[in-house]
């Protein structure tokens, strides 16, 4: 859908009336047309009989060729100019297939501050309205971004007029092009618009505003050469990064409240370029984060100590990137990352993403690549360690690259406790019932970072299993089979309502890192491992493991009842890694030990793929 908006109108309102001072995009010809078919010989002239009989040509549409058509501007000011009862509220209003949306602001002249120099007059302005014309059938949401980029722009003015009066001298700037443009000759007919942005700041602001509306969708301003105004139209800015789809920003923002510890970022702009972009009053903490080296092989809380902030801090300035589009989420690159080819992967053979491909890595193709990735591979795969140093980097660079442009998508193994009626002990150990998996889990080695080290900080005790979320541990009633097929195409995102804490530092993104000392797995907890059992299992289920051979192994059965309110589906192994405190290993030989009533599968993780979810 077009979000651009049709007409960008301000409209102020004093003791000598409402008036509008200035709206663009303008057309000179409807100007000039609409003024010689109004004009009439003397104001004693008569309307004939046959103009009264002739009924007006109905307006269908008040948009032609994307701008806004079919309105006077005393109508327009009439209408913007609203009494002072419904000031610093939204403003909006329907008229045929145009919207109009704006904050109209109420300016006390009491507060205005006088000027030094000069003999100049106080302000008679006390209401001043910025609005935007937009299509009748936009969305919602992106009404209510362009209210609160009326709301900024009335306020940074508001704000001007009360420093140095800014607001007035401009108005007088615009009326003075009014009155000059009625008083040409009709030969030399221009439009009043085109000689107040000719003179007029405020009006080239408006311009500027509405250009970088139309273009990019973020309005970088410095109204005035003092306020400094900042806008980032989502629905304009994030388009899927595989076809250039409107992204739904409602799964963006709900993917923003999913952010978890064991995430990371992935900058879509190159980081000297966004360095540059910052103002010089950008956040020091902003700073800090950018500057730490391949963040997208280390974990947020990772990058929370390296850059001393609290993870807090680091998820709120990474949300800030996303939001704007510099950034997108992703898993740290580990050798075990999983990936495919993303189902919106563009593979025509000449495109303009083939050719960038080809500048950036010459000698490498784009299709070859995506070939390899037909099937799920792991980095492990892929990064062959007879490669040199060198060869291995650019690789990871090439998957990085493919990821920036969202053609590949990272697949994680999620586990499910599904009990058959019946076990064959000694079958079904060698039996491999993977759904969606490429080989026996576990099968890819560690899940090391790519030339990364990350150190062994605290670990605290993550939080105890009863407080997990109720839907995750509701006991169906007994002789009840949960439907894995069903399960298994259940991707809804799943948040835990109570997520580990800051220090809860678990061992996500190395295979080769033990538990913190403070922690041990073998731990007894307060209530015996069968009462645990009974909490989360039925009694089918709970009949079903206890007949696994693993189950008479104690240390096993009682990590087994740890971890099984974590295999419903809903978590994947990192994750289970990340709150469990475990090795990818230890997890991996639990799974294997259990295989008879446990299957896996691999799908996207929903908390990222949200950020690519197209309407």
């Known amino acids: ?94 008229v045929n297939d145009v919207r109009f949306v704006g904050h109209p602001l109420r300016l006390n002249p009491a507060l205005v501050r006088a000027p030094t120099q000069g003999k100049r007059k106080p302000s008679t302005i006390i209401l001043v309205n910025i609005v935007f014309a937009l ?17 900024r722009l009335g306020i940074a003015l508001r704000h001007e007029e009360y420093r140095c009066q800014f607001l007035s001298s401009q108005a007088k700037i615009m009326l003075a092009a009014h009155d000059e443009a009625t008083q040409l000759p009709e030969d030399g007919q221009v439009s009043p618009f085109q000689l107040i942005l000719d003179r007029s700041l405020l009006a080239q602001h408006l311009k500027q505003t509405y250009d970088e509306l139309c273009g990019s969708g973020i309005v970088q301003l410095r109204l005035n050469n003092w306020i400094e105004v900042s806008f980032c139209l989502p629905q304009k800015v994030h388009r899927s990064l595989a076809t250039g789809l409107p992204v739904d920003c409602e799964g963006l923002l709900k993917g923003l409240k999913a952010l978890k510890p064991y995430h990371t970022f992935l900058l879509l702009v190159e980081r000297a370029e966004l360095l540059h972009s910052l103002s010089p009053d950008a956040s020091p903490a902003l700073w800090r984060l950018l500057h730490v080296e391949e963040s997208h092989l280390t974990p947020f809380f990772t990058l929370a100590a390296d850059a001393d902030l609290t993870l807090t801090q680091v998820f709120m300035l990474v949300g800030h990137l996303v939001y704007w589009g510099k950034a997108t989420i992703i898993y740290p690159v580990c050798s075990t990352n999983m990936y495919v080819l993303s189902p919106h992967a563009l593979t025509v053979i000449n495109s303009q993403l083939a050719d960038a491909f080809r500048d950036e890595f010459p000698g490498a193709s784009l299709h070859v690549m995506l070939a390899d990735f037909s099937l799920p591979t792991s980095l492990s795969d892929k990064c062959h360690p007879i490669n040199s140093p060198i060869q291995q980097q650019e690789q990871v660079q090439q998957i990085l690259w493919l990821l920036k442009h969202g053609l590949l998508q990272q697949l994680h193994t999620y586990v499910y406790l599904a009990p058959t009626l019946t076990l064959d002990t000694d079958n079904s150990r060698g039996s491999s019932r993977e759904i969606g998996g490429t080989g026996p889990l576990g099968s890819h080695g560690t899940s090391s970072p790519a030339s990364t080290s990350i150190p062994t900080p605290t670990v605290h005790e993550p939080p105890p299993l009863s407080q997990e979320p109720v839907s995750l541990i509701s006991q169906p009633p007994p002789g009840h089979h949960p439907d894995i097929t069903q399960d298994a195409l259940h991707r809804a995102a799943v948040q835990l309502s109570h997520p580990a804490s800051e220090s809860d530092l678990g061992s996500v993104c190395s295979d080769e890192r033990s538990p913190s000392p403070g922690v041990t797995l073998g ?70 030990k259990f295989r008879p009533v446990l299957i896996t599968c691999q799908h996207p993780d929903d908390s990222i793929t949200l950020f690519s979810y197209t309407k």
Request: net charge negative; charged share 25%.
């Open 135 to 151: 299509k009748a059938t936009i969305n919602h949401d992106v009404v209510n971004c362009y209210h609160d980029l009326s709301k």
């Open 523 to 592: 731990t007894t907890p307060e209530l015996s491992v069968h009462h645990q059992l009974d909490s989360v299992l039925s009694l089918a289920e709970k009949e079903m493991v206890m007949k696994v051979e693993a189950a008479q192994n104690p240390e096993d059965l009682k990590l087994f009842a740890k971890l099984c309110v974590y295999f419903r589906g809903h978590h994947h192994l990192e994750e289970i890694m990340y709150r469990a405190n475990l090795r990818r290993s230890t997890l991996l030989h639990l799974i294997e």
């Open 1 to 94: 859908m077009d979000v651009d908006p049709l007409c960008i109108i301000i409209v102020k309102n004093g003791s000598r009336g409402d008036r509008l001072l200035f709206r663009y995009p303008y057309t000179d010809e409807v100007t000039l047309e609409t003024k010689i078919k109004d004009k009439r010989p003397t104001p004693y002239s008569l309307i004939t009989e046959e103009s009264i009989q002739t009924p007006p040509e109905p307006h269908t549409s008040n948009i032609s060729n994307g701008k806004l058509v079919g309105f006077h501007d005393k109508t327009l000011s009439n209408l913007f100019a609203v009494k002072s009862e419904l000031s610093d509220s939204k403003f909006e209003l329907k």
